[in-house]
């Protein structure tokens, strides 16, 4: 078992930036992906980025590129999502996921952290 707990999350004003961190433990041997998604309300759960369990790779969804950046922390097994030039648009409950693969899609992930809300004003 893998166990996530994501943290950084509240309240922007549009143009802002907010950190997410998320904590892993238990049996990571077997991760080797993370990847971090968001649901808004009446909306499906969308990739938003990924990174490899080693940090040498990194994929990201259009609509986050160029304003995100995902980011491991090898000494403290934790992964980072600096979010800046927040957008209305980007309010979702962000969650963690971890996977033994390498995917940008939901199924493709066996653990996941219980989220935490972003909410942007406009």
């Known amino acids: 078992q893998v166990q996530l707990v994501e943290s950084g999350g509240g309240l922007v004003q549009a143009g802002g930036s907010l950190r997410l961190s998320c904590a892993a433990s238990?049996?990571?041997?077997?991760?080797?992906?993370m990847g971090w998604f968001r649901q808004a309300p009446g909306k499906e759960r969308e990739f938003v980025a990924l990174?490899?369990?080693?940090?040498?790779?990194?994929h990201y969804a259009d609509s986050v590129k160029g304003r995100f950046t995902i980011s491991r922390d090898n000494a403290k097994n934790t992964v980072n999502l600096q979010m800046n030039k927040l957008k209305p648009e980007d309010t979702a409950v962000y969650y963690c996921?971890?996977?033994?693969?390498?995917?940008?899609?939901?199924?493709?992930?066996?653990?996941w952290g219980q989220g935490t809300q972003v909410t942007v004003s406009s």
């Open positions: 996921a971890a996977t033994a693969g390498y995917y940008k899609i939901v199924p493709g992930y066996d653990y």
């Open positions: 238990g049996r990571t041997i077997t991760v080797s992906g």
């Open positions: 990174i490899s369990w080693s940090g040498g790779s990194t």
